[in-house]
Structures are given as C-alpha cells and as structure tokens.
C-alpha cells in the first residue's frame, strides 16, 4: 500500500470467500457475502476502491492464533470438517479464511499507512468467536483480534478501539486480550444469548483491567436503545481513551427481521452508531477506522444496514435517532457503577 491517499473507503472482498461451505443449510452461506457485494456495487459510492486482499502471513495468524491449531486447519484444507456443531469447513474454507484474515491486515496497512482514510473487510467466514485454540460460532480465525494486533506490532498502534455491534458477544476478542491494556474491547450484545460471556462483571484482568467493556442487553431492544448506550457509554469512554485506530466487529444480525437475534435495530439504526464511531475516529485516530463483516442472517437486512454504514463511511449523514436515554437509565447506571472504578468518567460525582 502506498503512502497517498486515494481513496475515502477501500472495500476489501475477494470472490474466494464465496466458496467457503459451513455445511448444508448453515445459515452463514455464500449469498450473505453475495448480498453484500452486489448492495454496496449497486450503491456508487463516491470515492470507494474495491480491492482484493491477499492471504494472511503464518506470523498475522500466530500472534493471535496458536500455531498448532493454525497448524491444523492448513491440514484440513480442501477437505470438508467440523470444527464443533456450528462450525463446519469445506474443501475451500481454509483459503477463504486465510483470505479474510489477509483482508484485516491490509485493511490496516491502508488506514495506518494513508492510502485510505477508512476501510471495511467484506469477508467471510465471520471471526468474533474463534479462540486462540480453536473455532467456534461459524469463525474460523479471528479476523479483527488478527488485525488489531497487527496494528500494534507492525505500526506502534498503542491505543487500539475494537467496537463489536454484533448480537452475539465476541468471546474470541475478549479473550486474546483480556490481559492487556493497548486494546479496549466495547461490546453491546445480546446477554444472556450464545456463547454465554459477555456479562458486565467481565472487565478485564492485570494490566488489561478495565480494557474489557461489556454491554449486556436484554432482547427485544431498538434504534433508540442502542443510540442511548452509544451515547452515554461508548462516546465518552472513546475521548478518554483517545484510540489511534478504531476497528468495528460489524454484525447485523441485532436487525429486526434477523432470523436469529429479536433486536430490533434497523438500517438506519445500524448507520446511526456507524456516525457516531466515524466521528469519534476523526477526532482521536486521524479518522483511521475499519469495519469487519461479521454476523447477520437475513439477507436484506443485512445488505441494507451493510450499505448504510458504507454511505457513512463514504460521507454521507448519518440518519438521525432520537436515543432512548430515560429507557436505558437503569442498565447504563449499572455498567458505570462497574467501570467507574476504571475510567474516572463514569465515576460517581
């Protein structure tokens, strides 16, 4: 990647990931990608490069994934396997995934190294759920935790934000850097809901106490409910951290009509929070911000809320949702009762 900027979005996708087969009926299936593609394709957006990324580098994989199951899944190539009973391989998947991982790395080197200002990975399989170990939750490796170390150790990142939006808790991500203090990991999901962690107490341990900001939501929640905890938590939590680069783990599946989560967030919604993680990239990380596809199971939901974020990351106004601050008083009063003995913002008085 050059030095120039030359694009305001670089859309990283690679038709490889296409061909990567969960299993018959899975419901992570090639036409989500494909929705996808052809949503922001049609969109013209201004100022966007489609790109296609290279595979990931053994040494990208290692820093987060252990190098025997890394090991393993390069033996599993063009084989079909089943990693657990959500998580199924076919004779492409490991290409894919080591596409997708490839897609977190250059999406990086470009923000980092100026040849666009913000990026998205249009990939597949998703990554939030892959544990240094193993996969799990239909992720194979963990694209974003991949990316975020990549930003630390090949760029001097030291304040790294990861932002997870999707319904399921990115257990992966938590885990990896659980202990450490130069990635924060802010997570709204679904709780109690697959795969179990995610609750407020987590927060973190040693050095990385506190670098672990969990957002437990009851189901049933929408565009407001969601505006509010971005408002009140997110916003603040990002100008006392002041990231240098921000990464979303941007899963749609918190989508109204998704088949598997009873949220009720809608596109609009979905480019609503979009706005707000543009913004704060721009006033602390130079507008250095990248998403990653991650869930989202009904295929017009999830093109639509794809394409809306894209929009925005293009410059488009961010719809505006009236945030529900008197309905999320109670939840949001408890995690900062939690993190105020962390973050000095949230601390009583």
């Not at 990975?121 to 991949?146: D, K, Q, S, Y």
């Amino acid at each position: 990647m050059g030095s120039r900027l030359v694009a305001t979005l670089l859309l990283l996708y690679e038709e490889t990931m296409l061909r990567h087969q969960a299993g018959p009926g899975h419901p992570e299936r090639p036409a989500r990608l494909a929705a996808v593609v052809d949503a922001l394709s049609a969109a013209r957006l201004p100022r966007a490069e489609w790109v296609a990324p290279r595979p990931a580098a053994l040494d990208a994989l290692t820093r987060i994934h252990h190098p025997e199951y890394v090991a393993r899944l390069r033996e599993l190539a063009g084989s079909h396997a089943q990693l657990d009973p959500d998580t199924g391989m076919g004779p492409d998947s490991q290409s894919a995934a080591w596409l997708a991982a490839g897609a977190a790395v250059d999406a990086v080197d470009a923000v980092v190294e100026g040849a666009s200002r913000r990026a998205f990975a249009l990939v597949r399989p998703p990554g939030h759920h892959a544990e240094a170990r193993r996969g799990m939750g239909f992720c194979l490796l963990n694209n974003i935790a991949i990316a975020a170390a990549h930003a630390v150790a090949a760029h001097g990142c030291k304040r790294v934000l990861v932002v997870d939006w999707d319904i399921h808790h990115g257990n992966g991500t938590q885990h990896v850097f659980a202990t450490r203090d130069d990635v924060l990991f802010f997570s709204t999901h679904r709780y109690p809901f697959y795969p179990g962690t995610g609750a407020l107490e987590e927060v973190g341990r040693g050095a990385g106490a506190g670098f672990t900001f969990n957002v437990p939501m009851p189901w049933g929640l929408g565009d407001r409910e969601y505006g509010a905890v971005f408002e009140q938590l997110l916003l603040p939590l990002a100008d006392a951290y002041r990231p240098d680069l921000v990464l979303v783990s941007a899963g749609f599946d918190a989508h109204r009509d998704d088949p598997l989560g009873d949220q009720r967030v809608t596109e609009d919604g979905f480019a609503a929070m979009c706005g707000m993680v543009r913004d704060l990239a721009d006033r602390h990380a130079g507008g250095r911000l990248v998403l990653f596809l991650e869930g989202g199971y009904d295929l017009s939901g999830l093109s639509r809320s794809a394409r809306g974020c894209a929009e925005v990351l293009c410059g488009a106004d961010p719809p505006q949702i009236r945030s529900a601050l008197a309905e999320t008083r109670d939840l949001v009063g408890r995690i900062q009762e939690v993190q105020g003995r962390y973050w000095p913002v949230f601390a009583p008085g």
